[in-house]
């Protein structure tokens, strides 16, 4: 089975666990992502994660006439999802810097132990609806996936 995302990828990953646990056999969600790697061809988990973010912003563009002040957004920060609503937004060539008032805070620590709220979160995107920051392992810290029609 061929992924084409991420989210297939973790999806694979569950059935795969899923899999194994009805025939009695324990296997770490670790151990799974490696699995689904290996299954695409990659030499690990963080392999196939560059490669299918890479192939994933390449068939993405955002147009940044759609992302202005008050526009409604939905999207991941620090990989925490969100929905929120655009308070500014300025336009750098290929770049956008927005700031974003989230109808929720999100927690951008992934510690158990400690946490940090956050209910506006800034920062600055490309074509692609993301950040060039990332987190540790590789995740982009500000994520823009959809742009939510009034109604």
Do not use: C
């Amino acid at each position: 089975m061929i992924v084409h995302s991420i989210e297939e990828a973790k999806a694979r990953a569950v059935h795969l666990r899923k899999m194994e646990a009805d025939k009695g056999q324990l296997l770490s969600h670790g151990k799974a992502l490696e699995m689904v790697a290996k299954e695409q061809g990659a030499q690990d988990w963080n392999t196939l994660v560059a490669r299918l973010s890479k192939a994933e912003a390449a068939t993405r563009k955002i147009d940044f006439l759609t992302l202005h002040h008050g526009a409604m957004v939905e999207g991941r920060y620090m990989n925490q999802p969100f929905t929120g609503r655009i308070v500014s937004a300025s336009e750098d060539g290929q770049k956008l810097r927005l700031a974003i008032q989230l109808d929720q805070a999100v927690d951008t620590v992934t510690f158990a132990s400690f946490s940090n709220m956050r209910r506006r979160v800034q920062g600055t995107i490309g074509k692609d609806g993301r950040s060039a920051e990332r987190t540790s392992n590789g995740i982009p810290h500000l994520m823009i996936t959809k742009i939510v029609e009034k109604d």
